[in-house]
């Protein structure tokens, strides 16, 4: 089963989007932090995709940006409020639709991109 990261402090979408890949078979990691997709990684489970949640503290820091080049990142980030990102497969502005979230995911898997 391949594994998505999904790291978002906004809960909703975090637990939302997980469901939503588990009921597609695809096993959706939520967390809040750089430091617990680390964990995650250091307990050997690295991901295939990884869904972020535009915000400051969780683009900018180091760990998630090395994840995010070497892994295909799809960003959720807002029209009105900016933050810099760093390059990723895919950005989708709020409102998104969760399904559309997990179909940007699937599509990624399709293409191979398998850690």
């Given at each position: 089963?391949?594994?998505?990261?999904?790291?978002?402090?906004?809960?909703?979408?975090?637990t939302s989007v997980?469901?939503?890949?588990?009921?597609?078979?695809?096993?959706?990691?939520g967390m809040e932090?750089?430091?617990?997709?680390?964990?995650?990684?250091?307990?050997?489970?690295?991901?295939?995709?990884?869904?972020?949640?535009?915000?400051?503290?969780?683009?900018?820091?180091?760990?998630?940006?090395?994840?995010?080049?070497?892994?295909?990142?799809?960003?959720?980030?807002?029209?009105?409020?900016?933050?810099?990102?760093?390059?990723?497969?895919?950005?989708?502005?709020?409102?998104?639709?969760?399904?559309?979230?997990?179909?940007?995911?699937?599509?990624?898997?399709?293409?191979?991109?398998?850690?």
């Amino acid at each position: 089963m391949p594994i998505v990261f999904v790291i978002a402090r906004d809960w909703t979408l975090r637990t939302s989007v997980r469901a939503e890949l588990r009921e597609r078979g695809i096993d959706g990691l939520g967390m809040e932090s750089g430091d617990e997709a680390g964990r995650f990684i250091a307990a050997g489970q690295m991901p295939a995709v990884v869904v972020m949640e535009a915000m400051p503290e969780i683009a900018a820091d180091p760990a998630i940006q090395q994840l995010v080049q070497r892994v295909p990142t799809i960003v959720i980030a807002s029209r009105t409020e900016t933050t810099p990102l760093p390059p990723v497969d895919t950005v989708l502005y709020r409102p998104v639709r969760i399904g559309d979230i997990v179909a940007r995911v699937q599509e990624l898997l399709r293409r191979g991109h398998a850690a």
